[in-house]
């Protein structure tokens, strides 16, 4: 397979999980992200590419709403701080995670956090006290959208 056919294969949500896990191992590291931004990746292969050496593919595992839990708490520690605003901003993020991330050091992270719709409640409340003006903004207006939805 040629790298641009290797690309298309994984954009495809038909692709068979056996060829993304095939892919989920290639060398460039654009097949391998593709692998991980792809919904219909299998929970066990995105579990493995959450521990990629390259940023760019574990910040888009991170993204992934089929990445599973276990693999979302491994992330959330990940010494990248854009991967733990991927799944900060995930609403499939669990909640214990997110309330993890609601004492990160990185204000960004925080506020992706606040930004999240899925976050709870008393999360959110926890969040419009942050020390940081623009995180308790974000945490502000989330809660306002979610007390204002029917």
Do not use: F
Request: with cysteine; proline share 7%.
């Amino acid at each position: 397979m040629t790298r641009d056919e290797r690309l298309r294969a994984t954009l495809t949500t038909s692709t068979p999980p056996e060829i993304l896990a095939e892919l989920s191992r290639d060398k460039d590291n654009d097949v391998r992200w593709s692998v991980a931004l792809n919904p219909s990746t299998p929970p066990k292969i995105l579990g493995e590419l959450s521990r990629d050496k390259c940023d760019d593919v574990r910040w888009r595992v991170a993204a992934n709403p089929s990445t599973p839990s276990e693999a979302l708490s491994q992330l959330s520690r990940d010494k990248s701080d854009y991967v733990r605003r991927c799944v900060a901003a995930n609403h499939s993020t669990p909640p214990e995670i997110l309330g993890e991330l609601t004492r990160d050091k990185d204000n960004d992270v925080r506020r992706s956090v606040a930004e999240n719709t899925a976050t709870p409640i008393e999360l959110l409340l926890i969040l419009m006290v942050d020390d940081n003006e623009y995180v308790r903004q974000k945490a502000e207006a989330t809660l306002s959208k979610r007390v204002m939805r029917p």
